[in-house]
Structures are given as C-alpha cells and as structure tokens.
T-cell receptor, first 110, second 114 residues
Framework: SQQGEEDPQALSIQEGENATMNCSYKTSINNLQWYRQNSGRGLVHLILIRSNEREKHSGRLRVTLDTSKKSSSLLITASRAADTASYFCATRGGTYKYIFGTGTRLKVLA | NAGVTQTPKFQVLKTGQSMTLQCAQDMNHNSMYWYRQDPGMGLRLIYY???????DKGEVPNGYNVSRLNKREFSLRLESAAPSQTSVYFCASSAAGARDNEQFFGPGTRLTVL
C-alpha cells in the first residue's frame, strides 16, 4: 500500500491541553496537507506545508515537516471540544494524486 | 456556492446489482477524484480525472468505472456490486495548474452491499 501512517491512531485529551499527531509517508513529495473529518462528514482542508518549508502556523495549528525523515506533525494548541474529529495527512508527489494517511481520532473531553 | 455535492447519501444494494454515484462541483475545478473510506484504512483513491476528458486509475480501481461527463460532473459506476464494495464513497475536486491545491470534499455516499 502507498498509504502513509498516522500516529497515534487515537488520542484523548482534556480541553485546554495540546494535541500532537504525527504522519509518516513513503515517497518524495511536493507538499503535505492536513485535513479534519467530523463524524459522518467529508474532509475539510486545514493547512498545507510545502516540501521546502519546515514549519507553518495557522491560528491554533502548527505543522512541521522533516523531509529527511519523511514525517510531519500537527500540533493543536489549547484544544476545544469542537476539535474532536479525525485528522488525516495527505501527500502529493509529482502527479495529481493525493495519498492519505490512516488518520488519528482525536477526542477532546470537556 | 454548493461546493461538491454527491447523490445519493445512502444506498443499499444486493450483490450483482449496478448503480452510479453522482458527483458535481460548482467551483470550476479541473481535477476531480473518487475515494473510498473503510474503517482503519483511511481514504483510498479509486479513480481521478486531472482535467475534463481524462481519467486515470488510482490505488483501488477494480470493480469500478468512471465518467467525466463535463467539467462539473464526475460519476462512479459499480457494474456488479460485491459485499467488498461496502464503504463510504467521497468525491473531491481541486483546482489545477498550481501545485499547492487543496481538495474540497463532498459529504459522502454510504453504500451497503448485501
């Protein structure tokens, strides 16, 4: 399978804590994207980091990318109950195809 | 703007039946995609269409066919449904040309094959 892997598979934290999830991928990439999926819904794009970038911020989100290790991490700071969702990384190489990871299920307890 | 729409939302088929899943986008995107999502497997690409008039196989194309009817519409057909095709199907679209394009997803079709 070409799929990337996310770690952990599931994460449960208290509201206000930070959540960190990791993504590993297998091929060279142009960019890496993170998506959120609420239960029973489609995926929503969160943030994109290019292969020549090492870190990117967007609001409470911080993404890092290490191309030498073929890995990325997503940090959500000051988590809220509304952040409860599954999070997926997606990588794009030189084609139009995106390869998605297996996802991390995040549960934020109020 | 409706974004990406999919019909139907739910469908139950018997083994051997055929059906077509419909997808349309109103964002003038060139590229469209069909994925299936199974528990613990994330999303797997079935077929994609980089632009109107072209289609290509993804990771799991067996048992499926697609048609890029026009720029807006991309349909997925199951000719003879099998229980292994029980899944949630998502359509997505993205702009083309620039490399940094996010995908926009539809709400999904939940398909059960008995």
């Amino acid at each position: 399978s070409q799929q990337g892997e996310e770690d952990p598979q599931a994460l449960s934290i208290q509201e206000g804590e930070n959540a960190t999830m990791n993504c590993s991928y297998k091929t060279s990439i142009n960019n890496l994207q993170w998506y959120r999926q609420n239960s029973g819904r489609g995926l929503v794009h969160l943030i994109l980091i290019r292969s020549n970038e090492r870190e990117k911020h967007s609001g409470r989100l911080r993404v890092t990318l290490d191309t030498s290790k073929k890995s990325s991490s997503l940090l959500i700071t000051a988590s809220r109950a509304a952040d409860t969702a599954s999070y997926f990384c997606a990588t794009r190489g030189g084609t139009y195809k995106y390869i998605f990871g297996t996802g991390t299920r995040l549960k934020v307890l109020a | 703007n409706a974004g990406v729409t999919q019909t139907p939302k739910f469908q139950v088929l018997k083994t051997g039946q055929s059906m077509t899943l419909q997808c349309a986008q109103d964002m003038n995107h060139n590229s469209m995609y069909w994925y299936r999502q199974d528990p613990g497997m994330g999303l797997r690409l079935i077929y994609y269409s980089a632009s109107e008039g072209t289609t290509d196989k993804g990771e799991v194309p067996n048992g499926y066919n697609v048609s890029r009817l026009n720029k807006r519409e991309f349909s997925l057909r199951l000719e003879s449904a099998a229980p292994s095709q029980t899944s949630v199907y998502f359509c997505a679209s993205s702009a083309a040309g620039a490399r940094d394009n996010e995908q926009f997803f539809g709400p999904g079709t939940r398909l059960t094959v008995l």
